[in-house]
T-cell receptor, first 108, second 114 residues
Framework: GNSVTQMEGPVTLSEEAFLTINCTYTATGYPSLFWYVQYPGEGLQLLLKATKADDKGSNKGFEATYRKETTSFHLEKGSVQVSDSAVYFCALGDGLTFGKGTHLIIQP | DAGITQSPRHKVTETGTPVTLRCHQTENHRYMYWYRQDPGHGLRLIHYSYGVKDTDKGEVSDGYSVSRSKTEDFLLTLESATSSQTSVYFC?????????????FGPGTRLLVL
């Protein structure tokens, strides 16, 4: 069946550090891939998405590229801020399959 | 803002009592979902709906039932709450017919079963 694997954390970084959160998936076919972000006390909201192989999604300085050959969709940001502290979820486009979430903590 | 509200936002109840959570949307989207979020498990699908009176089970449906008698409301019922159902519950909608479309989530309901 479909599945998503991501590092759970917590991941603690200093402000302005480079961020990578790994996400790999198994799926039948070629689903869209998503990164959602959850700020404290809130629901999930879309951060970025990619709909086909080699597509790059980007938003708020975050990027992720749909890599079919490595079945990956790693999230990156060049310089994180304290306001990026949140939980990040990688997900398939089937509405059914989410990673367990990565708790990111950015220290000033 | 996808116009999704959840009620109540917080609830404390006792083991064995029935509990109903409500998800309301204002934009007549066909697809609605109920998830629970727990530490170490991430987000898990309980039930989903693809239209009025059309529902299906998700990964963790045991102990839960749902109803959708009108487009805008999707109700989740715990017939007899147990402590293992203490969790944060999220409703989501998905616009359109494309199964690959973005989901939009409500603010969540924190449920504590004593």
């Amino acid at each position: 069946g479909n599945s998503v694997t991501q590092m759970e954390g917590p991941v603690t970084l200093s402000e302005e550090a480079f961020l990578t959160i790994n996400c790999t998936y198994t799926a039948t076919g070629y689903p869209s891939l998503f990164w959602y972000v959850q700020y404290p006390g809130e629901g999930l909201q879309l951060l970025l998405k990619a709909t086909k192989a080699d597509d790059k999604g980007s938003n708020k300085g975050f990027e992720a590229t749909y890599r079919k050959e490595t079945t990956s969709f790693h999230l990156e940001k060049g310089s994180v801020q304290v306001s990026d502290s949140a939980v990040y979820f990688c997900a398939l486009g089937d509405g059914l399959t989410f990673g367990k979430g990565t708790h990111l903590i950015i220290q000033p | 803002d996808a116009g999704i509200t959840q009620s109540p936002r917080h609830k404390v109840t006792e083991t064995g009592t029935p509990v109903t959570l409500r998800c309301h949307q204002t934009e007549n989207h066909r697809y609605m979902y109920w998830y629970r979020q727990d530490p170490g498990h991430g987000l898990r699908l309980i039930h989903y709906s693809y239209g009025v009176k059309d529902t299906d089970k998700g990964e963790v449906s045991d102990g839960y039932s749902v109803s959708r008698s009108k487009t805008e409301d999707f109700l989740l019922t715990l017939e007899s709450a147990t402590s293992s159902q203490t969790s944060v519950y999220f409703c989501a909608i998905r616009p359109g017919q494309d199964p690959q479309e973005t989901q939009y989530f409500g603010p969540g309901t924190r449920l504590l079963v004593l």
